[in-house]
């Protein structure tokens, strides 16, 4: 199923710089990266489970936000993309203050 | 139906910046802020396509980019939210550089 996983994650303390960057990496692993925080994962249930524990091993509930969208299996005519096809280094993210 | 709404505004140009803020007043206008540039917004059809148009002609297709993605009207099982409940103040966008 595709899963479409986005996130906010807070810059306004000294750690939500490395958080980013690992909530990007870790995502990175499972999908491909869409747009600045968003990702689009082709994962089983097994794989998306792991992916959200492991999300959340990353993040700082009280101020980042994560959100999980299940698109499941035909997907293809749910989705509808315009504009530019950004290409991101994920080494380079792009930092939100 | 719900339809998740997603997007990045280069803030490159000059323009940048009220792109931006159009295209969150615009997506404020049919729905909820859930992160820093993702709305969810409960549409019928006709209200989605206007959404759609309204939108493309305010971002610029060279350098911004829009994800749409439909969940359909059973989408309460379709997402999983986690972390801080953002509150977000339209008019004090916060500035991706």
């Known amino acids: 199923m595709l899963v479409v996983v986005a996130y906010d994650v807070s810059l306004a303390d000294k750690n939500g710089v490395r958080r980013l960057r690992r909530v990007a990496k870790k995502c990175e692993a499972y999908g491909q990266r869409v747009q600045n925080s968003v990702f689009e994962c082709y994962l089983d249930y097994d794989n998306y489970v792991k992916l959200k524990v492991e999300l959340l091993a990353l993040i700082d509930q009280k101020v980042d936000s994560l959100k ?26 792009t930092l939100i203050f």
């Open 68 to 93: 999980f969208y299940q698109l499941g299996k035909n997907y293809a005519n749910k989705i509808e993309t315009f504009g530019a096809k950004q290409v991101f280094d994920l080494h380079k993210d």
